[in-house]
């Protein structure tokens, strides 16, 4: 059992950052990777970026690439994201998640475990 809490959420102006965490704790050991996928209302699930547990290898969706930065602590139990130069579009609710085996498209959302989320909000 793998369990996932995310924080860091808030409401910032366009233009502005903010630095969700994601802590995982439980059996740990046989995760693969971690993900940071996100929801608005009316639209459906998308991924954000995800990483590589071992390698540090990191993969970004087009919307975010260049603004939002996916890393992990020394200890690899706790996830980040780096979210620069808001956009209102990027208002949502994000998860984080992690899976146990690699898969062969990152952005596909059959992880084994989510967090509950923790919300995003961006004004103009």
């Known amino acids: 059992q793998v369990q996932l809490v995310e924080s860091g959420g808030g409401s910032v102006q366009a233009g502005g950052s903010l630095r969700l965490s994601c802590v995982r704790s439980g059996y740990t050991g046989s995760t693969n990777t971690m993900a940071w996928f996100r929801q608005a209302p009316g639209k459906e699930r998308e991924a954000v970026a995800a990483i590589i547990i071992a390698r540090g290898s990191t993969y970004y969706a087009d919307s975010v690439q260049g603004r939002f930065t996916i890393s992990q602590d020394n200890g690899k139990t706790t996830l980040y994201l780096q979210m620069n130069s808001l956009k209102p579009e990027d208002t949502a609710m994000y998860y984080c998640?992690?899976?146990?085996?690699?898969?062969?498209?990152?952005?596909?959302?059959?992880?084994?475990?989510w967090g509950q989320g923790t919300q995003v909000t961006v004004s103009s």
């Open positions: 998640a992690a899976r146990s085996r690699p898969a062969t498209y990152w952005w596909h959302g059959d992880y084994n475990y």
